[in-house]
């Protein structure tokens, strides 16, 4: 992964009446490159995709959301694997009621961490400097390949799963909210648009919650 210089600038937006202002973070990432030749195994070349005008709540919920689940997921598999955490398991929890689908999760959940970490480190970065200066919005312009919306598939696939064994009593971590499902489901839109030659959109979702 390629980290470019962070680009950083104050952006004025007046909305709902109100001056805010929005910091900007660039970076250079890569998914399922060849280490050796550097090539993309996707058969893509990298293009830029920004995303524009996010609203901080939004970014950070999603942010605190896969900590929860990950988290969660790392300590079934620890309970299933170690015999004095299996206990709490069985105690506080689904996990050994379903153990098909907690490993299932677990699996999944590993590799969505693993290849979503290269999109989580501008974002964690974003969030950390919009709240030390009270900012609203951010933006995150990145250089991804083919193999980014792989990653962004079986994200989607890792959260409805998650919910459905979450409604099953099976993962004590909610579902997170409609408005960061239908925020997840944008970016996915909004990076496949920017990569068929589409200009950035701001992103449509308000800066409060309504």
Not at 38 to 52: E, R
Request: aromatic share 6%; glycine share 10%.
């Amino acid at each position: 992964m390629l980290l470019s210089a962070a680009l950083e600038h104050d952006c004025h937006n007046w909305l709902s009446g109100a001056m805010l202002k929005r910091v900007v973070v660039g970076q250079r990432a890569s998914v399922g490159h060849d280490s050796a030749g550097g090539h993309d195994s996707a058969g893509g070349a990298p293009h830029a995709v920004c995303l524009l005008s996010v609203p901080l709540r939004l970014l950070k919920a999603s942010e605190d959301h896969f900590d929860d689940l990950f988290r969660e997921l790392q300590m079934a598999t620890m309970a299933r694997r170690n015999p004095l955490m299996r206990a709490f398991g069985e105690a506080g929890s689904g996990w050994q009621a379903a153990p098909f689908a907690v490993e299932h999760l677990a699996a999944l959940g590993e590799e969505v961490k693993t290849h979503l970490g290269r999109f989580r480190e501008p974002a964690r970065r974003a969030i950390w400097e919009a709240s030390q200066r009270g900012y609203a919005l951010v933006d995150l312009c990145v250089d991804v390949d083919a193999g980014a919306f792989a990653v962004l598939g079986a994200c989607q696939r890792l959260l409805l799963d998650a919910a459905r064994a979450a409604r099953a009593g099976h993962l004590l971590t909610e579902p997170p909210g409609r408005e960061v499902y239908a925020w997840l489901r944008w970016v996915r839109q909004e990076m496949a648009g920017q990569a068929a030659g589409r200009a950035p959109r701001p992103c449509p979702f308000p800066v409060d919650r309504q």
